[in-house]
């Protein structure tokens, strides 16, 4: 079976390796999030945890592989693959990597979480850490270092390279419009919120939707959302720390087109909002979404209760498409996720304690 193949939605058969299982992700109805909220139209989320390096990042790195292969800028068992990423990218990369017989090098920021840094180490990458981001010492800055003085050595660059947008242009796209659920009956989306780390995602997907809007001129229009966070420059603001790994930057990447026609608007979320988003998703939804995913929502639900967003979120016939990059499994040992995460007490657990005989 050919894992380029957009609109297939079930693993079926016998896949040839796990990078036939990138991608292909569940599109999910947020149901119960979207009544509690007292929202009109559908909340769905592209949950993409589920792809086999467990990201969003792993459709890029594929992609990014497999055209450097065919331009024979990649050999197999002769170049070394050096990349700067906050993690998912180097997964992907690394998942290639094993596969394909590659050497892999990732350089890595010190935020980001030791799940990522173990996970790499487990698939046979070497990994760096890096301290900031624009110093020479930085990720992108060592990553560079590192390619001028090795031999075989290529930095795909998910920074500037098209394969990344064009990744969500070929896949996250397609899936999305074929997915066969009768809570997407219409195959209008209304509006799609992503957050923007390189911007490929986001990219991608207007571009892909700009397209179709062009081919069909009588459908809806769409209203694209970037989610950014306070700290990151790219929907404005100061530069400044942050704990949610993965999207805005203290730099535009050439990937990204931050302006209409190919987004609309952005909206600036915090650490507390994003987190809180995730803890929620996961116990009200059952999906097991990383941090990124809990700004996206966040992004998505000040969006649509402000006046801009109110004829959306009044229209029962609305789709809303929110992008969940990756799952929460990357940051188990994060303070914010451990933070608070049994809950507050409750009559069952007053329960069993009284039967058993001591704190639970
Ligand atoms: N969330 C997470 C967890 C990520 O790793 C990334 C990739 N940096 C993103 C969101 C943003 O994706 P993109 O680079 O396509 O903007």
């Known amino acids: 079976m050919s894992g380029n193949s957009a609109n297939q939605h079930h693993w079926s058969g016998v896949l040839s390796s796990a990078l036939d299982a990138v991608g292909h992700t ?73 596969l394909k017989g590659y050497q892999c090098i990732i350089t890595l920021p010190a935020k980001m979480s030791l799940e990522k840094e173990v996970m790499l180490r487990a698939l046979g990458a070497e990994i760096v850490r890096t301290p900031s981001w624009d110093s020479p010492e930085s990720h992108i800055g060592v990553a560079h270092k590192l390619r001028d003085s090795m031999p075989n050595a290529v930095i795909l660059d998910q920074y500037s390279n098209p394969n990344n947008p064009l990744a969500h242009y070929h896949t996250t796209f397609p899936e999305i419009m074929a997915s066969p659920s009768s809570d997407f009956e219409n195959k209008e989306i209304d509006l799609i919120v992503a957050g923007a780390g390189t911007g490929g995602t986001i990219t991608g997907l207007s571009d892909a939707i700009r397209d179709r809007e062009k081919a069909f001129p009588e459908k809806n229009k769409t209203t694209v959302v970037a989610v950014d966070p306070v700290g990151s420059i790219l929907g404005g603001g100061e530069p400044g720390n942050y704990a949610v790994e993965g999207i805005g930057y203290d730099f535009f990447p050439e990937v990204l087109k931050p302006n209409a026609p190919s987004i609309d608007d952005w909206v600036k979320v915090n650490d507390d909002e994003a987190f809180a988003m995730t803890k929620l998703m996961i116990r009200k939804e059952a999906l097991f979404v990383g941090g990124s995913s809990g700004s996206a929502l966040a992004g998505a639900l000040k969006y649509l209760h402000s006046p801009k967003g109110q004829s959306i979120a009044s229209n029962p016939n609305a789709n809303v498409i929110i992008i969940l990059p990756d799952g929460v499994r990357n940051y188990l040992s994060k303070d914010w996720f451990l933070e608070g995460a049994q809950g507050p007490s409750n009559p069952l657990r007053e329960k069993m304690r009284e039967i058993i005989g001591r704190e639970l």
Do not use: Y
Not at 52 to 73: F, Y
């Open 26 to 98: 569940p599109l999910i109805h947020l149901k119960r999030i979207q009544e509690a909220q007292g929202l009109q139209c559908r909340l769905l989320g592209k949950v993409e945890f589920f792809s086999a390096g467990g990201s969003v990042k792993d459709r890029i790195a594929k992609r990014m592989v497999e055209e450097a292969e065919k331009d024979g800028r990649l050999i197999p068992g002769k170049s070394v693959i050096i990349e700067p990423t906050s993690g998912n990218t180097g997964m992907g990369l690394a998942l290639a990597s094993a």
